[in-house]
Structure formats: C-alpha cells, structure tokens
C-alpha cells in the first residue's frame, strides 16, 4: 500500500484539481462565454420572447464551452480510472452527444416560429453543464466493479 500511495495521492489531487477548474468555468461563464441564454433563463422565461442573438457566435461558444468541459471531463475519468480505452470511448461518445445535442438546440431554437422553451433549456443545459460525466463515471466504475467481482467469485 505504502509504494502506491505516491500514485493515489496525485491521483486524487488531480481529481480535485479537474473538478476546481469545473467550477472555475461555471463561475467565469459570463466572461469567457457569449450565451444571450444566461439572463434569460435565470428570470420568468416561459412569458418571455427570445433573446436577440447571434446565432453562429453562440454555437461556437456552445461548442467551446462544451469542448473545455469534455477535456477536464476525460482528464476526472481517467484519473479515476487510469483505462485509455475508457477515455477512447468517451471521447468519441462526448463528439457524437455533441452533434446530436447541437442539431436539437439548432432545430428548437431556428426551424420553429415559437420555440418550446422548456426544451431549449434543457438541451442548452444538457450543452453547457458537464452532466455526461456523472453517468459516464457512474457506469465505468460500475462496469470495473461488476468485472472485479466476477474475477472474485
């Protein structure tokens, strides 16, 4: 236990380190992001019209924002789980979910005359927040356990 311990402790502290700059980029997001949305749904926003927006300059920022919470996402997944396959995977379904959230948020928020707005911010939160990490996480140590106690019994 003594010769891992070195490797667990920067393990761990990398962890902390990730989930801190988590939450550097939720509480910088005004400065460091374009998102007309911020405002928008912390008031009464189903009585309200849309926010005037730039359309290509909030995808990118949704892009971006995305892209920086999916790289510190990969970096808590493999420190916790040190597997590159897993990282591998993850990375490919974090491009996938990215597309197909985008193209939803796109659909929602430009193809119709009144947008659901219930919808749009749960897609948009579904953009911005790092929520695929906590079910990614979740199933891969669910997965290790299960294997880890197969090879037990």
């Avoid at 939720?26 to 405002?39: A, I």
């Avoid at 510190?72 to 979910?97: E, N, T």
């Avoid at 796109?106 to 947008?115: D, H, I, K, R, Y």
């Amino acid at each position: 236990m003594k010769k891992n311990f070195p490797l667990l402790f920067i393990r761990i502290l990398g962890t902390l380190l990730c989930i801190a700059l988590l939450a550097l980029v939720r509480f910088y997001e005004t400065h460091l992001f374009y998102d007309p949305f911020l405002l928008y749904f912390k008031s009464d926003f189903q009585k309200l019209p849309l926010p005037d927006l730039n359309p290509i300059k909030l995808l990118i920022s949704y892009i971006f924002r995305y892209s920086i919470n999916s790289i510190i996402s990969l970096g808590i997944i493999y420190l916790c789980l040190y597997d590159r396959s897993l990282i591998r995977f993850s990375a490919w379904m974090y491009l996938i979910l990215l597309i197909i959230l985008l193209t939803l948020f796109s659909l929602f928020l430009f193809a119709f005359q009144q947008p659901d707005n219930m919808l749009l911010f749960y897609v948009r939160r579904l953009i911005i927040q790092p929520v695929f990490l906590l079910l990614f996480l979740a199933g891969f140590m669910y997965q290790n356990h299960s294997k880890t106690s197969k090879r037990i019994n």
